[in-house]
């Protein structure tokens, strides 16, 4: 009968046929997740390169201006504060040259999440102005707050995209630390950007363990625990590298700070569009509290 009734012909194992297509599925799945590890090692900085206004000014300067014009705009309660926040980014976008389609992708990535402020906001909002749309009423004061907060969040999106990813995040570290920003907090920003794509690797590389062992996520308690290990095994793993990594750079001669080979200058440029941008995050206070 065990001759007759094996574990391959009683259907506790897999065909040859379907053993065949599994291993060809999971080699087609493990060479895909293998090509986008070598395409994510690194993050990419793709508005960082160019020869614009906005490219050459000083990063200390720029992170000042994004910071208090971002703050106008973010405390300002009108939709003229909005409005004109909102064109003022725009400009910049424009004298910064960023190309459109990148750039359209992460403002819509940014408003799906505000497409839900949008379904809550007016059944949610309450006041005394109620607007009928069949069974449902909405409420005016929830899509008067769900459109304010729509255009301030792209102002301050586009504002910062077009100050601050126009350089790159090694001279946006230079810009804090020339800020008198404290020197570990610097350098934690430097690595952590650095490293970050080296720990999604890691963790890539294990989840790609787990699916070559058959793994399949599902809402059951063995999920929860395998993903719960390969959390763990891919801090144990940034952090043994993070020891290594430490060693070579003292071992390289590191003391604490990253040296600059040219160091910028604030000139009267730079001086100039700071006075601008302070001059209308007034004007944006001006009329907020007016």
Not at 196 to 216: D, M, P, Q, T
Not at 227 to 251: C, D, F, K, P, V
């Amino acid at each position: 009968m065990v001759g007759l009734c094996g574990p391959a012909r009683c259907g506790f194992y897999p065909s040859r046929s379907r053993r065949h297509r599994q291993n060809r599925r999971v080699r087609g799945s493990a060479l895909a997740v293998h090509g986008s590890l070598a395409e994510h090692a690194m993050i990419s900085e793709p508005f960082a390169v160019g020869d614009s206004l906005l490219h050459r000014t000083d990063p200390a300067v720029k992170i000042i201006s994004a910071m208090v014009l971002a703050l106008s705009i973010a405390t300002g309660s009108s939709f003229q504060v909005a409005g004109a926040g909102l064109l003022v980014a725009a400009c910049c976008c424009y004298a910064a040259g960023l190309p459109l389609r990148p750039l359209a992708r992460r403002l819509a990535a940014v408003n799906i999440f505000i497409l839900l402020l949008w379904i809550t906001l007016p059944l949610t909002g309450g006041g005394e102005q109620m607007i009928q749309l069949g069974s449902l009423q909405l409420s005016g004061k929830g899509i008067t707050l769900a459109g304010l907060i729509t255009l301030k969040a792209n102002a301050v999106y586009l504002l910062l995209t077009a100050l601050l990813a126009t350089s790159t995040i090694a001279a946006i570290g230079h810009g804090l630390e020339r800020l008198h920003l404290p020197n570990k907090l610097t350098i934690l920003l430097l690595t952590t950007y650095r490293y970050l794509g080296r720990i999604e690797l890691e963790y890539k590389r294990l989840r790609r363990s787990a699916v070559l062992r058959c793994f399949h996520g599902a809402t059951n308690l063995h999920t929860y625990r395998t993903y719960g290990y390969l959390i763990g095994m891919t801090l144990i793993r940034s952090y043994e590298r993070s020891r290594r990594i430490h060693q070579a750079m003292i071992m390289r001669g590191f003391t604490g700070t990253f040296p600059v080979l040219i160091q910028p200058r604030t000139g009267t440029r730079d001086l100039l569009f700071l006075a601008l941008c302070v001059g209308i995050s007034l004007l944006f206070s001006f009329l907020t509290i007016r």
